[in-house]
């Protein structure tokens, strides 16, 4: 090859060797490296400046085509899910379509139900209507009876009196037997006088019975309010964790009795020196109902509170409805009151006067902040706490956001023993 035909890089290094007076070995060595160099349009496999990441290697195994064998693992896979969402779909048009027909069951249900009251309540209508009835005509047989005796009589003193206005024409008096036989008709009519008063209609008897049936109508509205409250029965339990050492919880879990001695060990969550107990099982959405039974109580508590409410202590923050984290309905010394944050209302309680409340019913509406006590006997509400209905600076106070437990405490009264016992209604509607 002559130095015209030689590479750009050949000529290059030679003039470099030249110009720079550089020993001819390293001008050799950089012809060799530059001769060395692989053409960029090469067949030869292209060498990497480093090796693959094991994330650039993930990414090609991920990119790899899939096999045969698991596309048809794929279509099997994806097949099964469609015959189950099929399946699935089915079953839901299924429900849907069964959902009509049961409600049209249950509805008829309930209309025979009532149907069946309404039919009771018409003939014990009618039975009292009749003998109503009975009555009016027994007492118009009697009235009809003396009216007749009456008539009778006014019938001989017109005889009478005409007889003796002809003897009075003919200057003749009447013969005595006859004038005694009048008289003797007229006392006796006199006597029979008073026994007139006597008949009329057994009004006391009605009058009771409308009193009766004014009482059973407001029971019967009172039972008919309950009922859908009793719907939303939550069974509440108590916690014995969160008991005062003093309360012992019954064996199913519904009462609590208070004893002198301590007869449970300490336990962090236990309310140390409040006479409180929570229940096991918190309301967290939507709406329940708790009922509890006070009678054996003369100094009770009831209500339900947050699961942050201070255990330990005497203050207020342990102390049903003297915190925001609890509400309650307080009776001691023959006073009803409604507490919260401290505050208390005294309770619309129609029974004031008569011995004492039986059964307290608190229910809550949880998503609209809505808390009310019930007297659970006649239905009437104690006290209405409600986000609604207060201002908005105590709003936020009503506005539930964390799980409700129901609670109860137990209250010493003035010169009075401790109270006994309390307990949570599990019944339904009564049979």
Not at 14 to 38: E, F, I, K, N, Y
Not at 136 to 158: A, D, F, I
Request: glycine share 4%; charged share 25%.
């Amino acid at each position: 090859m002559s130095s015209e035909e030689e590479s750009p890089v050949a000529q290059s290094a030679l003039s470099v060797q030249r110009g720079a007076g550089v020993p001819s070995t390293c001008g050799q060595s950089v012809l060799q490296d530059a001769m060395s160099l692989t053409p960029l349009d090469s067949t030869e496999d292209r060498v990497q400046p480093f090796p693959r990441s094991p994330q650039l290697q993930r990414r090609s195994a991920k990119a790899a085509p899939p096999t045969q064998e698991q596309l048809s693992q794929r279509v099997e896979e994806l097949q099964a899910q469609k015959t189950k969402t099929e399946a699935r779909i089915q079953s839901l048009k299924k429900r849907r379509a069964d959902l009509a027909t049961r409600t049209d069951v249950m509805k008829q249900q309930i209309h025979a139900q009532f149907e069946a009251m309404r039919a009771v309540l018409k003939q014990d209508e009618q039975a009292v209507i009749e003998t109503l009835d009975i009555d009016m005509k027994r007492t118009r047989e009697m009235l009809g009876q003396v009216l007749k005796t009456w008539n009778q009589h006014l019938h001989q003193l017109s005889r009478t009196i005409s007889i003796t206005q002809q003897a009075v024409k003919d200057t003749r008096t009447a013969a005595p037997g006859g004038q005694m036989e009048d008289k003797n008709e007229i006392i006796n009519l006199q006597k029979s006088d008073g026994a007139e008063e006597n008949i009329r209609l057994d009004e006391e008897r009605f009058e009771k019975l409308v009193q009766m049936l004014s009482s059973v109508c407001k029971e019967l509205r009172a039972q008919l309010q309950r009922k859908n409250l009793l719907l939303d029965l939550l069974p509440a339990v108590v916690d014995p964790q969160t008991c005062h050492p003093q309360l012992n919880a019954t064996s199913d879990g519904k009462g609590l009795f208070y004893r002198a001695a301590c007869s449970s060990p300490e336990h962090p969550l236990k309310f140390d020196q409040v006479c409180c107990g929570l229940g096991s099982a918190p309301l967290c959405s939507g709406q329940g109902y708790w009922e509890v039974d006070v009678r054996c109580c003369s100094s009770w508590a009831v209500g339900v509170a947050y699961e942050r409410l201070e255990r330990k202590g005497r203050d207020k923050g342990s102390k049903l409805g003297r915190n925001r984290n609890s509400w309650c309905v307080e009776y001691r010394n023959e006073k009803l009151l409604a507490w919260h944050n401290d505050r208390n209302m005294v309770c619309h309680w129609v029974g004031v006067g008569r011995s004492r409340l039986s059964r307290v019913g608190m229910w809550v509406q949880f998503d609209k902040g809505q808390l009310v006590f019930f007297d659970a006997e006649t239905m009437s509400v104690l006290h209405s706490f409600s986000a609604v209905m207060t201002t908005v600076f105590d709003r936020a106070h009503h506005q539930f956001t964390e799980p409700l437990y129901p609670a109860v405490r137990f209250i010493k009264p003035d010169a009075q023993e401790w109270p006994n016992h309390m307990e949570f209604c599990h019944r339904t509607l009564p049979l």
